[in-house]
């Protein structure tokens, strides 16, 4: 069972950045698409931003202008880069890796962002 493992959340002021990255725990052949997702408190957990195996990016549009995602192939990573924190991008962010036969999801990781 591949095992999707994300870092680099914490606590940061608004304005200011973070970078989180997923990486898998073993090699997964026929990517879809990458993407991370987030859930804050008291809400439905929404996609922030995906990338197809093509290197096709989508963003939410809150996070447009903001969030970069960026993957390697060759190490099973997406990052997301987010800049310009704001107060409502607190929530814990998932990793998710979608193929033909699967759909991994990570455990999360958590991003306050303060005032």
């Known amino acids: 069972q591949v095992q999707l493992v994300e870092s680099g959340g914490g606590l940061v002021q608004a304005g200011g950045s973070l970078r989180l990255s997923c990486t898998a725990s073993s090699r997964i052949a026929n990517i879809n698409f990458m993407g991370w997702y987030r859930q804050a408190p008291g809400k439905q957990r929404e996609p922030v931003a995906t990338i197809t195996s093509d290197g096709i990016t989508k963003y939410v549009d809150s996070v447009k202008g903001r969030f970069t995602i960026s993957m390697d192939n060759a190490r099973n990573t997406v990052y997301l880069q987010m800049n310009s924190l704001k107060l409502e991008d607190t929530a814990v962010y998932h990793c998710?890796?979608?193929?033909?036969?699967?759909?991994?999801w990570g455990q999360g990781t958590q991003v306050t962002v303060s005032s």
């Open positions: 998710r890796v979608v193929g033909t036969q699967y759909d991994y």
